[in-house]
């Protein structure tokens, strides 16, 4: 089955500037999460969806970031003014709700200039 | 701080095992997992265990339990260079939080 996709890879933003992230869970998964992996750290959970409904927000920077999950399925992250202590990688994961095993796609690197 | 800690690095020769270490802090942990992280990678699940396991043995890999000093360990036999990464640590609360350590940097030298 594929695995979960996220685009972009890269992006390299200026302070202030806005970015998005998108995210495309394994098909059928449930729940999807929003990770920020700082360099040097495990990843913090920003977010978790269960189908299209807001799960666990407390860790995310409500006066910047937001993430919708339209439809239940693909969802999007977005930052908005961006700051140097942004930078980070951003990992999307999904699960099906068995062993709460988390599937995570490969990552969006944002550097913050 | 990270709730749950592990060593930052390891170096073993290939052909050696490798043991990495991991204690937690939540006692009501369900699940405890090890990932792994290649270079520009996403997170890759390993193996997992249940909180009431003691040991489990997958291949290469044995994941050892003690509940009463929260402490989990992931030994990988014969550890080759294709074994090389970040080894994260991660238990999952019966709020269904998941928490990740740091991550140990293994490093297999030939």
């Known amino acids: 089955e594929a695995g979960v996709a996220q685009s972009p890879r890269y992006k390299i933003i200026e302070k202030r500037q806005s970015v998005a992230f998108w995210c495309n869970p394994i098909s059928g998964h449930a729940t999807l999460y929003w990770y920020q992996q700082i360099l040097g750290q495990g990843p913090k959970l920003l977010i978790q969806f269960q189908n299209n409904g807001v799960v666990d927000d407390s860790q995310l920077p409500k006066d910047r970031f937001s993430a919708e999950r339209l439809k239940g399925v693909d969802s999007t992250l977005k930052i908005q003014p961006a700051k140097l202590e942004d930078s980070a990688v951003y990992l999307c994961a999904s699960d099906s709700g068995t062993r709460g095993e988390q599937y995570f796609g490969p990552g969006t690197r944002l550097t913050v200039t | ?110």
Not at chain 2, 7 to 24: A, K, M, P, Q
Not at chain 2, 67 to 80: E, M, N, P, V, W
Request: hydrophobic share 30%.
């Open chain 2, 1 to 110: 701080g990270e709730d749950v800690e592990q060593s930052l690095f390891l170096s073993v020769r290939e052909g050696d095992s490798s043991v990495i270490n991991c204690t937690y802090t939540d006692s009501s942990s369900t699940y405890l997992y090890w990932y792994k992280q290649e270079p520009g990678a996403g997170l890759q699940l390993l193996t997992y265990i249940f909180s009431n396991m003691d040991m489990k043995q997958d291949q290469r890999l044995t994941v050892l339990l003690n509940k009463k000093d929260k402490h989990l360990s992931l030994r990988i036999a014969d550890t080759q260079t294709g074994d090389s990464a970040i080894y994260f640590c991660a238990e999952t609360t019966l709020d269904n939080d998941m928490r990740f350590g740091a991550g140990t940097r293994l490093t297999v030298k030939p």
